[in-house]
């Protein structure tokens, strides 16, 4: 034991002067400093997350913890690299500072992006817990701008520090925007068509919208700063260019507060009397019915006179915005509405059609055969051959002069003819 204490008394003055023995000992401190300072994190962060109600305590511990602790680290080594260039002159260390300034840069734009991402699981993590509804989108939004923002910012602190001009390059950056502005006029009309759409708000992630002008209708399940994404009825995905939403009308269904029920029903004018009974007890029904809001406008009255039916409309309002809900509570009031009529004593009436005749037209006597037609008021009927036409007395007028007009060798030739005929159809019968 004497031996060493009298060889480190003797060597003392070139111990303490060896560079390796300087950067150790930097080293080694730097290893106990991050242990402490990842012990006492650790320890503000259990506390807070047991104790503490707000948002930012853990949000904050949680992101420095990673970042300091590559700080720590390449301060110590910097320092340490430090050392071992003065002792040895060596140009290789002379960089030391620049890096130990642009990893000091990067870590506190890394501690900050953290921060950005643990205060958004932080905030929608505390909605959740109260009930209250979270927007992702709109929270998505502001996340990425910031975590942009930041990067943007660590860049130009990290080349102004490696000795490039920011100001210069800020110039260039504001003509070359402009050309840029021009050739990517599109992509800056669906950003700022996003940015429209996260501003107002008319519609978020889960809401079902539609557009009156555009065949546009489904669930929208993304908005990012191009375009939004819209899921069809049909399961189809619908991608739609922001800019397209600064020039057509969107519908939202999903924010309405109440469904409609509007429905037209006819009985028949044969239940015209008991139409006041029937309106007077469908009113009744819906006050009384449990699914209808009976604080909005409701309204049963007897509306119109149809072609074939006495109309009454029903105007109402249900508590559910559910589709489905909506539709057996629908069902539900119809079906009461029909029972109330069929309880009365009317029906449901259907298109129809009446066909009046007048009593004094002429119409075929009922024991008249099939080829009698009737000639006229006090005239027996005439029985005519088939294929023969039924003439009417001018006609036959007409045929009969033209008859007397044909020449009377005509007229004997043909009947001389006609007998000639009958002989040798006689003889032919004859002989078969």
Not at 87 to 107: K, Q, Y
Not at 148 to 176: P, Q, R
């Amino acid at each position: 034991m004497e031996t060493i204490i009298d060889f480190l008394v003797k060597n003392w003055e070139r111990i303490i002067s060896n560079w390796i023995l300087h950067a150790f000992l930097v080293v080694l401190c730097t290893l106990i400093l991050n242990k402490l300072v990842r012990k006492v994190l650790h320890k503000l962060e259990q506390r807070a997350i047991a104790s503490t109600k707000t948002l930012w305590d853990e949000a904050v511990i949680n992101a420095a913890q990673a970042p300091l602790s590559l700080f720590i680290w390449v301060s110590g080594i910097g320092l340490a690299a430090a050392v071992v260039g003065a002792a040895t002159g060596a140009e290789l260390f002379s960089a030391v500072g620049v890096v130990r300034d642009l990893v000091g840069i990067v870590s506190m734009a890394w501690f900050l992006v953290r921060l950005v991402d643990n205060g958004r699981d932080a905030i929608i993590e505390k909605r959740r817990e109260s009930g209250e509804s979270v927007d992702l989108a709109t929270i998505t939004t502001i996340t990425k701008l910031l975590r942009i923002s930041v990067i943007i910012t660590a860049t130009l602190v990290v080349m102004e520090a490696l000795g490039f001009s920011i100001s210069g390059l800020l110039a260039f950056g504001g003509i070359g925007g402009i050309a840029v502005g021009f050739a990517a006029k599109d992509l800056l009309a669906n950003f700022f068509g996003g940015m429209m759409i996260f501003l107002d708000r008319p519609f978020s992630v889960g809401d079902w919208i539609y557009s009156p002008d555009k065949e546009i209708e489904g669930v929208v399940e993304d908005i990012s700063w191009r375009l939004t994404r819209i899921r069809t009825f049909d399961k189809r995905p619908l991608y739609i260019p922001n800019a397209a939403f600064s020039t057509i009308s969107v519908v939202n269904p999903s924010r309405m507060t109440h469904r409609r029920i509007y429905e037209t029903i006819g009985i028949r004018y044969e239940d015209a009397g008991k139409m006041e009974a029937v309106v007077r007890d469908v009113k009744k029904m819906l006050l009384k019915h449990p699914e209808i809001d009976s604080s909005q406008t409701l309204i049963v009255n007897f509306n119109s006179f149809a072609p074939s039916s006495l109309d009454f409309f029903v105007y109402t309002f249900t508590h559910t915005r559910e589709w489905v809900k909506f539709h057996e509570i629908k069902q539900d009031v119809l079906l009461r509405i029909l029972r109330i009529i069929e309880g009365l004593g009317a029906e449901v009436a259907f298109p129809t059609s009446t066909v009046h005749i007048d009593p004094g037209t002429e119409r075929e006597p009922p024991g008249a055969a099939a080829g009698e037609l009737a000639r006229g008021p006090g005239l027996a009927a005439e029985s005519l051959p088939a294929g023969k036409k039924n003439l009417s007395p001018a006609k036959k007028e007409g045929s009969a002069a033209k008859a007397a007009r044909r020449p009377a060798s005509k007229k004997a030739d043909t009947g001389a003819a006609g007998t000639e005929k009958k002989a040798r159809t006689a003889r032919k019968a004859k002989s078969g």
